[in-house]
């Protein structure tokens, strides 16, 4: 059996895939077994933050394999600690918890907002809004925090302590977190899987007003948004704002598995010894991998992200086929007059991997992606939309 057929019968059938193999790569072009290159423009959902088999990562990477591939938590491990200050300097967050994946980022987020509460204010302030349209993850905790009712249909019953309400209605998230007398407030700056619709500047303030005035824990989620995503290192940074709390993941290994919980000053001491734990994270491999990512997202690399996503926005614009563009930095998504999916499957017939969000194509291509590179890309899109 091939590749194609293997998967088919042995792997669970959880993903509807597109049929495309891909067995090798470099930089923001991959290669199915025949040989055909395809530009990747979904950098395996903004994970792929500097390509494929990026030169400085892969040398970060194997150098670590090369001395220690895993030790137990119990132990010190240096690209761990190295990473952890990094991400500190980076934000001015305070302490950093690793695990393997954005939903655990997120179940760590969740477990310090209500630890928090319960440390400060004892039981019966747990509950956790978060907004219609979210997406936190496929865990039982993390689906009920993502506030789109399918998936929560046929996995019932979720965690309890979670309320959604609507996504820029300020007076409806004020409401909900004084009827719940709630813990933590929970958002994406830019909903990602939702469909890349930024918040309101102005809405983000206002719950940043709102939680620091009552004392409820403020935690953006930038699993997807994060590690430069956004042309801000940070996407909260484009409002102007700090959380108490950031649950990233995605691009942030480069690659390989791994999940950050960044823990402001005032939270610091929430999470003691045995609070929390996990075997894989913060491991060696994928923490040498991401401090050689993180200490290339740059302002000097945030900018070029910002000039070519300009770049894309213009050429998109008024473009035929496409009624409209949002998001920001590389993430990007396009309302096209044609069904998504058929662009999508147009785009991958002539060499581009381009993704959906709900109704939008949605672009993430890899943070130092070539300009001759994506110019190839934007017009086999554009072509796709006609
Ligand atoms: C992808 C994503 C998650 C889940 O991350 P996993 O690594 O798949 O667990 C959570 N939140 C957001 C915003 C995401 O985009």
Known sequence: MNTK??????????????????????????????????????????????????????????????????????????????????????????KVFFSNSGAEANECAIKVGRKYASDKYGAGRSTVITLENSFHGRTLTTLAATGQEHYHELFQPLTPGFVSVP???????????????????????????GGVIPLE????????????????????????????????????????????????????GGGLPLGATLISDKCKNVLGFGDHGSTFGGNPVSCAGAVSILGRIDDALLASVREKSAWLVKTF?????????????????????????????????????????????????????PMDVLEKAADIIKAACV
């Open 5 to 94: 057929e293997l998967d088919k019968e042995y792997v669970a059938g959880t993903y509807k895939r597109f049929p495309v193999e891909i067995v090798s790569g470099k930089g923001s072009v991959v290669c199915d077994p025949d040989g055909k290159q395809y530009i990747d423009m979904g950098s395996g959902i903004g994970v792929t933050a500097f390509g494929i088999a990026d030169d400085q990562w892969k040398a970060a990477v194997t150098e670590q394999l090369g001395k220690v591939q895993h030790m137990s938590n119990l132990y010190y491990t240096q690209p761990c600690a190295v990473l952890a200050k990094m991400l500190c300097e980076k934000t001015g967050m305070s």
């Open 167 to 193: 996504a820029n209605d300020f007076a409806a998230l004020e409401k909900a977190a004084r009827e719940y007398n709630a813990a933590a407030v929970m958002v994406e700056c830019i909903q990602g899987e």
């Open 201 to 252: 500047a102005d809405y983000v303030k206002a719950v940043r007003e709102f939680t620091e005035k009552n004392d409820m824990i403020m935690i953006v989620d930038e699993v997807q948004t994060g590690n430069g995503r956004t042309g801000q290192l940070y996407s909260y940074m484009n409002f102007g704002i700090v959380p108490d709390v950031v649950s990233t993941a995605k691009g942030l």
């Open 317 to 369: 614009t008024g473009a035929p086929g496409i009624e409209s563009i949002s998001g920001m930095g590389f993430m990007l998504g396009l309302k096209t007059t044609k069904p998504a999916g058929d662009v999508v499957a147009k785009c991958m017939e002539n060499g581009v991997l381009c993704l959906t969000a709900k109704d939008k194509v949605r672009l993430l291509p890899a943070l130092n992606i």
